[in-house]
């Protein structure tokens, strides 16, 4: 069996190491350099996102008046954004609300089809805008219901 002892096949290197000399003059700061290398090479690990957004907050930012006006304007964009959004879903659900209610009032009309082709007074997309009260609507309906039967 072979032993692997890195020293036993060296000899000769660390002999000629240990009688080496160098009389050149080294760099000033040569040994602080070299430690502060050996610290950044150990240290260079990827930092998290938190670390990024961090350290931009206090490169860009350095001033909290400054940092806080920015995230002031940030959340008044996005409150902004979200309350137009959700008013278009809203006005979106409501009118889809008006058809499907003016469906179960009058199965038999097809979805293009307005109240004013089939003889009545009012159009759905009036009854959808909401214009009139929904009794009287209803109330017209039932005539015009009763008017369709009799003639």
């Known amino acids: 069996m072979k032993t692997t002892d890195p020293g036993s096949h060296d000899e000769p290197l660390r002999k000629v190491l ?3 000399r160098s009389d050149a003059p080294l760099p000033p700061r040569f040994q ?3 430690w502060q290398r050996i610290e950044r090479a150990q240290t260079q ?3 998290s996102v938190w670390a990024v957004i961090a350290h931009w907050v206090g490169t860009v930012l350095p001033r909290p008046a400054l940092a806080a006006s920015y995230v002031a304007v940030l959340l008044t964009i996005g409150a902004t ?3 137009t959004q959700a008013r278009q879903e ?3 659900v409501k009118a889809e609300l008006g058809q499907r209610y003016v469906r179960v009032l009058d199965p038999y009309l097809t979805p293009r089809q307005s109240f004013h082709e089939k003889g009545r007074a009012h159009s759905r997309a009036r009854f959808a805008c909401g214009s009139g009260s ?3 609507h209803l109330l017209r ?3 015009a219901r009763a008017q369709l039967a009799e003639e």
């Open 45 to 47: 690990t990827v930092p």
């Open 32 to 34: 602080e350099q070299v």
């Open 141 to 143: 309906v039932h005539v």
């Open 18 to 20: 240990k009688e080496w």
């Open 81 to 83: 954004a979200a309350w």
């Open 90 to 92: 809203t006005a979106r």
């Open 134 to 136: 929904l009794r009287l």
